[in-house]
C-alpha cells in the first residue's frame, strides 16, 4: 500500500497530527502539511506539531462519570498518538489530564518526524488543494489561512460562521504568595499524576471578590474590528471580564466557586470566591490561571489580576488573549465520513467541523484519517454507533444538531465539547439493586455509568473484540 498516491493533511495541531498518525498507523503514505515556521499565527508560539495555544487541560480524565473522560478512554483503544502523548507529558491536575504543554508537542511532533510513512511539509496551501491530491483532509482550526478559506467558501456557496476564543495567563510558580495561597484541589479529589492537592489556590473575602468584580467589569479590553463586532462567543470560553458582566456572582458559581476548599492558613473561616491555578509544565514552574482566559489589554491584567490575594507579586509568563475561531455548518455540508458533500475529496477534522475543545478535534481528527484510510484500501468502515463518545460527537457534527432553517429560523449549529447530552437515551432508568427508583445524585450518577458501560460495550462490538471491564482501559 505505500506506493499509492499520498493522503495530504493540511493543519498540524491536534486534530491534522492524529489524522496523520491514524493514516500511516494503517499502512498509507501521508503528507502533512504545516504552514508554521514559514508563516505564524496570532496564537501559536513555536513551530511544533500539536502546539496548546489555550489550555493545557484535556479536562476530566474519568472514564466512567465524564464524557470527555470515556472519550480519552476509547481514543487510547483505538490507538491516539494525541492521548499517548498526553499520557507521557501529564502534570497534576485533581480529576483532569493535563500536560506540559512543550513535552507534549516534542512528543507527537519526533513521532511523526520518526514515521515511515509520515512526510511533514512545512509550508502553507493557501487555496483549494491541487486537483491531482484525490484525498485530503482539512485540520486547519481556527486559523484557517485566507485563501483556502474563500476556496471553501466557493465551494459551499456559504459563509463560514465565526467566533472568539480566548487565552488565560500563566503565571510564574516562584510569584505566588503561598503564605497566603495553598495546594488542593477541590474536594481533595486525586486525578491521574495528581495527589489531591494538585491546584493552587487564592482566597477572596466579599470585598474582595465585589471589589475584583467592579475592577474586571471597568477594565479596558482589546478593541475590535469592524468585521469582529458582531462575532460571538463560545460559551465554554467565554472571558472572565465577559462572564462578571453578566451578574456579580456569576464567577463565584462559575471558575471562582469556593466549595470544596478549606483554607489551612485560617481553616475557621469559609473563602468567599476562589482563584484557582493549574500545573502548566512538568517542571512545576508554570500556573495558569483556571477559567482566566480574557479580552483584558495586557497592562490591565497585570493591574487587576495582582489584586487577587497571593498574586500581588505575580509575574506573568504569558499574559491572556483573544483569537477568532472560525467553523463550517457542518450538518449541511459534510457527510457521515466527514466529507465535504460539494467536493467528496476533501475531509474535514478538528475545530473546523464545529467541535470545541482539544480532545474533541483530536478526536474527530482520529475518525477523518480512519475513513480517509479506509476508502484509501477499498474496505468499507462501519459506522461508529452513536452510543460512543466518538460516535456521539461525530453523529453530532454530521447530521444530529437539530436545525430551525426549515421554520424560517437562523441557522444555531454551534461548536459543542462532548458530553452526555449527545448520547441517544438508556432504554431504561437505571435502578438500585432492591429495585426501586433511584434519586438525586444516585440517580445521576447511575445514569453516567449506564452511559459510559453502554458504550464500552458498543465500541468493542464494532472493533470486533470483547468487551473491557468497566475500569478498564
Known amino acids: 500500500m505505500s ?55 484535556f479536562r476530566s480524565d474519568d472514564a466512567e462519570l465524564n464524557a470527555v473522560g470515556l472519550l480519552h478512554q476509547e481514543m ?24 506540559d504543554r512543550d513535552g507534549f508537542s516534542r512528543a507527537v511532533t519526533a513521532a511523526l518526524d520518526a514515521h515511515p510513512l509520515v512526510t511533514v511539509a512545512r509550508e502553507e496551501i493557501d487555496g483549494l488543494p491541487p486537483a491531482a491530491w484525490d484525498s485530503v483532509i482539512v485540520a486547519t482550526g481556527p486559523l484557517t489561512a485566507p485563501g483556502l478559506a474563500e476556496g471553501i467558501r466557493g465551494l459551499t456557496g456559504a459563509e463560514a460562521l465565526a467566533f472568539f476564543d480566548a487565552i488565560a495567563p500563566i503565571v510564574h510558580r516562584e510569584s505566588i504568595d503561598m503564605g497566603v495561597a495553598w495546594f488542593q484541589s477541590r474536594y481533595d479529589k486525586a486525578g491521574p499524576g495528581g495527589t489531591g492537592a494538585d491546584y493552587i489556590n487564592c ?6 471578590y465585589a471589589a475584583f468584580v467592579a475592577a474586571l467589569v471597568a477594565g479596558e479590553t482589546t478593541a475590535f474590528k469592524e468585521w469582529e463586532a458582531s462575532t460571538p462567543y463560545f460559551d465554554g470560553c467565554l472571558p472572565i471580564e465577559v462572564m462578571a458582566e453578566r451578574g456579580p456572582e456569576t464567577l463565584r458559581h462559575g471558575p471562582m466557586k469556593p466549595f470544596g476548599l478549606t483554607n489551612p492558613h485560617n481553616p475557621t473561616v469559609k473563602a468567599y470566591a476562589i482563584v484557582q491555578l493549574r500545573q502548566d509544565n512538568a517542571l512545576g514552574t508554570l500556573y495558569n ?12 491584567q497585570v493591574r487587576i489580576f495582582r489584586t487577587i490575594p497571593g498574586l500581588e ?3 506573568f509568563a504569558r499574559l491572556g488573549g483573544l483569537h477568532r475561531n472560525t467553523y463550517l455548518d457542518s450538518p449541511r455540508l459534510l457527510d457521515a465520513t466527514l466529507r465535504l458533500r460539494a467536493a467528496p475529496r476533501l475531509r474535514f477534522a478538528g475545530q473546523i467541523t464545529g467541535c470545541e475543545g482539544y480532545v ?16 484509501r484500501q477499498g474496505r468499507a468502515l462501519a459506522p461508529l454507533p452513536p452510543t460512543t463518545a466518538l460516535g456521539a460527537l461525530i453523529a453530532h457534527i454530521t447530521g444530529g444538531h437539530v436545525s430551525t432553517e426549515e421554520v424560517g429560523g437562523p441557522r444555531s449549529f454551534q461548536p459543542m ?15 438500585a439493586p432492591d429495585g426501586k427508583r433511584l434519586r438525586g445524585t444516585e440517580k445521576a450518577q447511575a445514569k453516567k455509568r449506564a452511559l459510559t458501560d453502554r458504550a464500552r460495550a458498543d465500541l468493542s462490538a464494532w472493533l470486533g473484540e470483547p468487551g473491557l471491564p468497566a475500569a478498564a482501559e
Open 417 to 431: 465539547n462532548v458530553n452526555f447530552g449527545l448520547f441517544p437515551p438508556l432504554d431504561c432508568a437505571p435502578k
Open 289 to 300: 490561571m483556571v477559567g482566566f482566559q480574557t479580552k483584558l489589554r495586557h497592562a490591565e
Open 360 to 375: 474533541e478535534s483530536a478526536a474527530v481528527g482520529l475518525m477523518a484519517g480512519r475513513f480517509a484510510a479506509a476508502e
Open 203 to 208: 482566597p477572596l473575602d466579599r470585598e474582595q
Open 76 to 99: 487510547r483503544r483505538l490507538g491516539s498518538l494525541i492521548m499517548r502523548a498526553g499520557d507521557a507529558n501529564q502534570v497534576p491536575a485533581g480529576g483532569a489530564l493535563a500536560v
Open 313 to 315: 507579586r505575580a509575574e
Open 3 to 57: 506506493g499509492s498516491n499520498p493522503i495530504h493533511v493540511i493543519g498540524g495541531g491536534l486534530a491534522g497530527s492524529e489524522a496523520a498518525w491514524q493514516i500511516a498507523e494503517a499502512g498509507l503514505p501521508v503528507v502533512l502539511h504545516e504552514m508554521r515556521p514559514l508563516r505564524g499565527t496570532e496564537a501559536h508560539r513555536t513551530e511544533g506539531l500539536a502546539e496548546l495555544v489555550c489550555s493545557n487541560s
